[in-house]
């Protein structure tokens, strides 16, 4: 069983890096939000159309690992699916490549649907933000052939 990922290309520039032409950290986490808004977009779930339902997903827990460094020039892809979804939280999983396939990082986020008129966590998932989540996980279930 294979996992769908979500690739999303970038490249590293000069205002991504510290002194030395190494990725600074904070890149990485602007990498991976990129990577997911693109993701929901490509899906047909733009980020505004969640806000104009009354949602927002603002990130409860961040988890990044750097394993090799990317450093002014390189291309990488940023890797991102979303775990299936339990209770209210949505954990997306991350990895991030060097076009080589070396694994530069990895990370899991943790966003929650906050109501925005309350300003509060929903606590039981309404449906209209249900049906998007299912898109979104039909698109990542694991497939019996290896996907590319």
């Not at 032409?21 to 779930?45: D, K, M, N, P, S």
């Not at 690992?65 to 390189?74: D, E, N, S, V």
């Not at 966590?121 to 299912?134: A, E, G, H, N, S």
Request: glycine letters at 4%.
């Amino acid at each position: 069983m294979t996992h769908r990922w979500f690739d999303y290309l970038v490249r590293v520039q000069p205002h991504h890096t510290d002194y030395g032409g190494v990725v600074w950290h904070g890149t990485y986490v602007q990498w991976l939000e990129a990577a997911r808004v693109e993701c929901l977009r490509e899906l047909g779930v733009a980020f505004e159309d969640l806000v104009n339902l009354g949602y927002d997903l603002p990130v409860i827990d961040l988890s990044v690992r750097y394993h090799q460094p990317l450093t002014l020039g390189m291309a990488a892809v940023v890797k991102a699916r979303l775990a299936p979804v339990r209770g209210v939280r949505l954990s997306w999983h991350y990895q991030i490549e060097s076009l080589q396939h070396q694994r530069c990082a990895s990370a899991e986020v943790t966003l929650v649907p906050i109501d925005m008129t309350r300003r509060r966590i929903v606590r039981r998932m309404p449906d209209d933000l249900r049906q998007v989540i299912q898109k979104i996980e039909a698109y990542f279930a694991p497939t019996e052939a290896p996907l590319q």
